[in-house]
């Protein structure tokens, strides 16, 4: 750190710290600087949340948001946002959850492979701050332009070809997972939302998630867009900070809707009980292989207000 | 926003070297319509954020500066420069970040259950023992009103004017000089004589 302090402000600070001691107290205030990655990971989340407008996202979910769409610039590992583990009591997949989570997993087994050099990936978001957006981008196999889109699996984010590098074996890749069922969770579905994860691997992903406790089967619905589809839910406590030191504890329900013949995650919903706080929807309208991207790669996505 | 903000920082779009010159000050007003002035600001203070965090909450560090800066973006029209500089504002909502870590993470720490107490003096004090400060001097300093202790480190450590301290604490200037005017007497006070130097 570089002494900053001048002139009188700066007599005042010796005087202050002129006690016995003070040389030592202030030597064991010496740290590492930040790795590059963190501070890239803030300037990444920062520029995440400006790019969505100016008005307030759920601390959480913009966290969420930020690190997962744009970690791609901050090199290692960035730290996954903070849950309340410690308060809901452990709880075990409801067999049928189980059972139709294992199917999935047998469907997208036997989903086509691609070896397209794109990736497609179009979603529509709603929630109370920023109203309905749809967001379209492209991802390159080769990651050499733009953007680069990496999905967390335990504390690494890994970019599409070290996807292909994941083990498919259910007991290998749950190892790489968090313990945690919520995290894994959390985890495993934003791998199944939207990348380009291979048949052997989605289909290993569907059955750690087979066997991850918490997960209710809710049957049949329709999403937002009117598509027949199957849901599961995950409900767990977490915490969102409505200002400086406040903080709220709330449980939220996080819902899938799977679509059972492909296996492809449809719509995604985040309820809030007791609170009147802000809950989101993420509808996946298109995610799949692109031969070429439509006019310009990937550079952030390109957002229209709906 | 239009595409045009988007994308590029301020400082290609403003000619080079612009957000290097403007004071924290002038890029946080600007902020308030032009997101992307935000920016600089990150550059500018993350080493020292960061290390405020990596003193308190060594193993969070990484995660708290994410969250600061969110925090400091999404409140960034509620500063007010009557109270101090940017600078102090900034540890002020770093401040908020870390005692939420606090309190969040407080049932994964044994044996502080319910003892009220929402300040990471823990760590800090494993750090003042991990580098051989005096148990002396440690156990004065663990000694102090939480206030003053605040004060203290954030003007040994962060290096922070006692006026900017004042701001993060979110008391008056004079009343955080005063404190740690008594701080300093009292750290002085349990001193082995001093056989040299001033008696003032």
Known sequence: ?306 | MTPDERDGTPDERDGPGTGGAATDEELLARAGRDASAFEPLVRRHSDALHGYFARRAPGAADDLLAEAWLQAYSTRHGFDAARGPVRAWLFGVARNVLSAHWRRTERQRPGRLGDGRDDPWEAVDARLDAAAVAPRLCALLTELPEVERELLLLVAWEQLTPGEAAAVVGIPAGTARSRLHRARNRLRADAPLKLTGDLA
């Open chain 1, 1 to 306: 750190m570089t002494e900053r302090t001048e002139g009188s402000e700066g007599t005042e600070r010796a005087g202050l710290l002129d006690f016995p001691g003070a040389a030592e107290l202030i030597a064991a205030g010496d740290v590492a600087p930040p790795r590059p990655g963190a501070v890239a990971a803030a300037q990444a989340a920062v520029a995440f949340a400006a790019r969505e407008g100016t008005r307030p996202v759920p601390r959480r979910r913009r966290l969420l948001v930020a690190t997962a769409a744009v970690a791609a610039i901050a090199a290692g590992a960035v730290a996954y946002p903070v849950l309340d583990l410690g308060g809901k009591p452990a709880a075990t997949a409801s067999a049928s959850a189980g059972r139709f989570l294992d199917d999935m997993a047998g469907v997208a087994a036997g989903a086509p492979a691609s070896d397209a050099e794109y990736w497609k990936v179009r979603v529509e978001t709603d929630n109370q701050d920023d109203g309905k957006r749809t967001f379209t981008t492209y991802y390159a196999r080769s990651g050499e332009a733009g953007e680069v889109k990496k999905w967390p699996v335990g504390e690494e984010w890994l970019t599409w070809p070290q996807l292909d590098e994941l083990p498919t074996d259910e007991k290998a890749l749950a190892a790489l997972f968090p313990k945690d069922a919520e995290r894994r969770f959390e985890q495993i579905v934003i791998m199944l939302e939207d990348s380009p994860a291979g048949p052997k691997l989605r289909s290993a992903l569907f059955r750690i998630l087979a066997d991850t406790p918490g997960i209710e089967l809710i049957g049949d619905v329709e999403d937002s867009k009117g598509r027949p589809g199957v849901a599961v839910e995950m409900t767990r406590k977490a915490r969102y900070s409505t200002g400086p030191g406040e903080d709220v504890t709330y449980w939220t329900k996080d819902r899938y809707v799977v679509d059972p013949d492909t296996g492809l995650l449809l719509e995604n919903t985040h309820k809030i009980r007791g609170q009147s706080l802000p809950a989101d929807r993420y509808t996946w309208l298109e995610v799949g292989p692109a031969d070429k991207p439509a006019d310009k790669l990937a550079d952030g996505p390109a957002d229209k207000r709906g």
